[in-house]
C-alpha cells in the first residue's frame, strides 16, 4: 500500500515492490478504480503515483490527504524540482544540502526583514515538511544532505 500512503513508489529504491507493480498492473488499476484514484505509471523515471479519479458525481469520497503549501513550500519543491531535472540530465542521483536549500530560499526573504532567524526557521519548517512527505529522503550517515 506504498501508494496509498503515498506521495509516490520510487523503482530505483524499491525494486520488489516496483516489479509487482508491473507484474500486476491491471488487477492494482482496477482495485485504485473502485477508490476512485487513477494509478500513474512513468516506466522510464521509474516512479508511480495516485491521483484522485476524475469524478463528476456528488458524494465520490476523496481518499488523497492534501497538503496546504505555504509560499516558502513551493519555492522548495520548485528549487527541489530544479535540482531533479538538473541531474536527470546528466543521469546523476539528486542531492541537495540543508545549506544548500537554505542558501536558495534565503532570495525570497522579504527585503527589510530584521528577523533573520526567523525566516530561517521557517525555511527548516518547510524542509522538514517536505521530509514528512517523502519527497526528500535523508541520505545515510548525513545530517545535512537528501535525495529527491
Not at 118 to 133: D, P, T, V, W
Amino acid at each position: 500500500m506504498q501508494l496509498l500512503s503515498g506521495p509516490s513508489l520510487d523503482g530505483r529504491r524499491h525494486s520488489k515492490l516496483w516489479t509487482v507493480l508491473l507484474r500486476d498492473e491491471i488487477v492494482i488499476r482496477k482495485f485504485f478504480c473502485e477508490l476512485f484514484l487513477e494509478l500513474v505509471i512513468d516506466r522510464d523515471l521509474h516512479v508511480a503515483f495516485t491521483r484522485q479519479a476524475d469524478a463528476d458525481e456528488e458524494g465520490v469520497p476523496k481518499l488523497l490527504r492534501h497538503a496546504q503549501l505555504t509560499f516558502l513550500d513551493s519555492v522548495l519543491l520548485l528549487y527541489l524540482r530544479k535540482q531533479l531535472a538538473q541531474a536527470e540530465t546528466h543521469s546523476e542521483r539528486a542531492v541537495v544540502s540543508k545549506d544548500d536549500i537554505v542558501e536558495e530560499l534565503k532570495s525570497y526573504d522579504k527585503s527589510g526583514n530584521t528577523d533573520k532567524a526567523g525566516f530561517e526557521r521557517r525555511i527548516y519548517a518547510s524542509i522538514e515538511k517536505i521530509k514528512k512527505h517523502n519527497i526528500l529522503q535523508k541520505i545515510k550517515n548525513s545530517d545535512n544532505r537528501f535525495e529527491i
